[in-house]
């Protein structure tokens, strides 16, 4: 095991939030979504829209504004959660063409405001056109809003703004103040809105409407989920047959939150999804009986009571936020998503040799899975597709093996901004612990961005997590204590 550790160990030095690496960031292309309709005709399937998605709200029907309540990530999971909230606000541009923009604010679990705001580096090609006064048009924009909502919930009324760069939702209250909130436009939102309104809009105007009654009905056991702010560049990766590559930092809370956000978008999409974790073959029954159960605390002991959870050295792998992770991939799986868990890691072997027994078990997976979308989670040497690492120039990670007999798959490096990691360093002895990370500022927003062509390691881009912070080993910080306390 501590073997297996030093090659984690070892590229921790090189790891400095690796997106600047590969020059300029090539991001998602984010249009607009644009109704053929008028506005008036847009508001009620919008409305319904809202409601047949589980929400409660409060409206502005004249001024065509709703806004929910705030959801939580996961409900019901034992994890605590970030919050959302959504504003949406009509927009007209014509007679008989208009826009909706859906503007999510974000809470932390603690309750903090999340700011998805800042700005990755831009091309010069997507920065924003002045000519449109800050308006999102072809380029991707993350757009900054000002929404005040008061303590008490009054209702709610909306005061037009000239300025784009601010919109005000305040109350009719006479003195009342409500607190600041930010939010981001979530473009996401807006496309899967208009694909599940625009057939029912569209029999309408063409005087059909049994077909568009049919067009609007929700299907049965259709549930809504709360997946958080969508990853800019992943919804045109993830298909079914696809398996991507994380090559990540241990010992950080965001990876695991990035993994667990990915497969709740890409699950509730309707593709199959399979994690895999850098975890020992031994748990693999341990883990398959934890994500198909119902999440009870004697759940939680009997998958921690493995001795993976205890390592004299504790890298990160076996950290608060995996074990979160676990738990919020079991949740989706109980809400009837196709959700999957393997883990592949044979950490008695060590090299190439450890490289290719890896290889083979997520290779058995994959071609279990054709019609499974693949997203497995590994420190970042292993998923490179080129062989050599700095101390060994033919070395052949596990990644460069499964290419060959994979067309499909692709390999992202982790990049991040600064902050801390649990990682464990070579001095004198072994010694795992919160340490300094640095990396670039490239915004607050998690994204996927693929290269021209593939670095020297074999890495076809990098996906992005923000600023890092150590989650320490799950045990210690007291995810364990229905062991602890038998």
């Known amino acids: 095991m501590r073997a297996a550790i030093f090659i984690s160990v070892l590229l921790v030095g090189g790891l400095m939030g690796c997106a600047s690496r590969q020059g300029i960031l090539r991001l998602e292309h984010q249009e607009e979504a644009v109704y053929e309709h008028p506005l008036e005709e847009v508001w009620p399937a919008v409305r319904t829209w809202v409601r047949d998605g589980g929400f409660h709200y409060r409206e502005d029907a004249a001024n065509f504004v709703l806004q929910t309540e705030w959801r939580e990530e996961f409900p019901g999971s034992t994890v605590a959660g970030y919050w959302h909230r959504y504003t949406l606000i009509g927009k007209r541009e014509g007679p008989a063409r208009s826009r909706v923009w859906i503007i999510r604010s974000s809470r932390s679990p603690d309750g903090a405001p999340v700011y998805d705001v800042k700005q990755p580096e831009w091309e010069v090609s997507r920065l924003p056109d002045p000519s449109h006064e800050g308006l999102p048009g072809g380029a991707l924009r993350l ?87 969508p990853i800019i560049g992943l919804t045109g990766k993830a298909a079914k047959g696809q398996v991507m590559l994380l090559g990540e930092l241990h010992g950080t809370r965001e990876v695991p939150r990035f993994v667990a956000l990915s497969a709740c978008q890409v699950a509730s999409r309707g593709i199959p ?185 074999g890495f076809h881009g990098v996906f992005y997590v923000g600023a890092v912070s150590a989650s320490p080993p799950a045990v210690r910080s007291g995810s364990a204590r229905a062991i602890d306390s038998k």
């Open 143 to 229: 757009e900054e809003f000002d929404v005040r909502t008061p303590g008490d919930e009054p209702r709610l009324r909306f005061v037009p703004q000239q300025s784009v760069a601010g919109i005000v939702l305040s109350t009719d209250s006479v003195g009342a103040t409500g607190e600041l909130l930010r939010g981001a436009r979530d473009f996401g939102m807006e496309w899967v809105m208009k694909e599940r309104i625009t057939p029912g809009l569209d029999a309408r105007k063409q005087g059909q409407e049994g077909r568009a009654l049919a067009a609007t009905k929700q299907e049965p056991g259709n549930v809504s989920f709360e997946c958080g702010m």
């Open 273 to 457: 999804v399979t994690v895999g974790l850098e975890m020992p073959v031994e748990n693999q029954e341990r883990v398959r009986r934890f994500i198909a159960s119902a999440g009870t605390e004697h759940d939680r002991a009997l998958l921690m009571e493995s001795p993976f959870w205890r390592s004299p050295y504790p890298d990160g792998r076996s950290s608060e936020a995996v074990a979160q992770l676990l738990e919020q991939l079991r949740w989706l799986r109980a809400q009837g998503l196709d959700v999957e868990v393997f883990v592949f890691d044979h950490p008695q072997l060590q090299g190439e040799v450890r490289e290719a027994a890896m290889a083979r078990s997520v290779l058995s997976q994959v071609e279990a899975g054709p019609e499974r979308f693949f997203l497995i989670s590994t420190g970042n040497v292993h998923p490179r597709t080129r062989p050599g690492l700095p101390w060994d120039l033919g070395y052949r990670p596990m990644g460069y093996m499964l290419a060959r007999g994979v067309p499909s798959l692709v390999s992202l490096d982790v990049a991040f901004d600064s902050g801390t990691a649990w990682i464990c360093s070579v001095g004198e002895t072994l010694e795992c612990g919160e340490r300094s990370t640095k990396g670039q500022d490239n915004g607050d927003r998690y994204f996927v961005s693929f290269f021209d062509q593939p670095s020297e390691a």
